[in-house]
């Protein structure tokens, strides 16, 4: 039982179970906009997740010569690796694709030295997700069509949505000067921050060309997990169910 536990541990602290859900959120937006398989743009996104989210993850630590390498190793060679990777699979993608990423990059370079604006932390992860897993795979398209624009608006707001658990469950550990929802608002008011948004995220499901049940689903999963965070809730919470929706998203688009 406790190998398991290490298992699954290792998989939410290594970053392997956001990566995931930022390789699935990217095919959902390619079957939601029938557009082929970019295997390339794929594996870039999900390697750099890995790197760019341990990146912001244990940069405070490293900082403060508070990060244990000996303890980590195993996390440092995954991140060692995935760094070979994405530099191996960014290569593999044309220009235009490669400059966005660079800026993505350089954005999410820049969040330790935002994050005290806690504010607006909420908003640009919302973006820096929105533009790797919607805007990155339709880049290529010669026009911007209305469908486009709406799946872009949803993912912005879903995935902010999907960060209140996070959001208040931090709120208990994060610095004050931080000003998050939480802090700023109080719990319900963040919480009604959170299901507010899905109203906007369901009813634009209504202009797309072809209307998705999965977002209905996705809304209703969504405000439950938001209406049931609790200080009591334990660390799985958040950090392997919440997560974990963008991939049951993709699988619900795959049945």
């Not at 806690?118 to 010669?142: H, M, R």
């Amino acid at each position: 039982m406790k190998f398991f536990k290490n298992i699954l541990d290792f998989y939410i602290q290594s970053s392997l179970l956001v990566a995931v859900a930022v390789l699935a959120l990217v095919r959902v937006t390619e079957i939601s906009l029938q557009l082929s398989n970019n295997k390339m743009l794929e594996l870039t996104s999900f390697f750099g997740t890995i790197v760019g989210y341990n990146f912001l993850k244990y940069f405070e630590a490293f900082q403060k010569g508070n990060f244990d390498f000996n303890k980590n190793r195993y996390l440092i060679g995954l991140t060692f690796l995935s760094i070979i990777a994405v530099i191996f699979f960014f290569l593999q993608l044309n220009n235009a694709t490669q400059i966005y990423f660079i800026k993505i990059g350089l954005m999410v370079a820049l969040y330790p030295f935002l994050r005290k604006f806690g504010f607006w932390k909420l908003f640009l992860v919302s973006f820096s997700v929105t533009a790797i897993t919607v805007y990155a795979p339709i880049i290529q398209q010669a026009s911007f069509e209305d469908n486009e624009k709406i799946i872009l608006f949803q993912r912005f707001l879903i995935v902010i949505s999907l960060m209140i658990p996070f959001e208040i469950l931090d709120s208990q550990t994060d610095n004050e000067t931080l000003k998050t929802l939480p802090q700023r608002f109080g719990v319900f008011k963040t919480k009604l921050i959170g299901i507010v948004l899905l109203f906007p995220f369901v009813f634009l499901e209504f202009f797309k060309e072809k209307m998705e049940i999965s977002t209905f689903v996705l809304a209703i999963m969504t405000a439950l997990f938001i209406g049931f965070t609790t200080f009591k809730r334990d660390k799985y919470y958040s950090s392997f169910w919440v997560e974990s929706v963008p991939i049951l998203w993709w699988i619900l688009l795959l049945i």
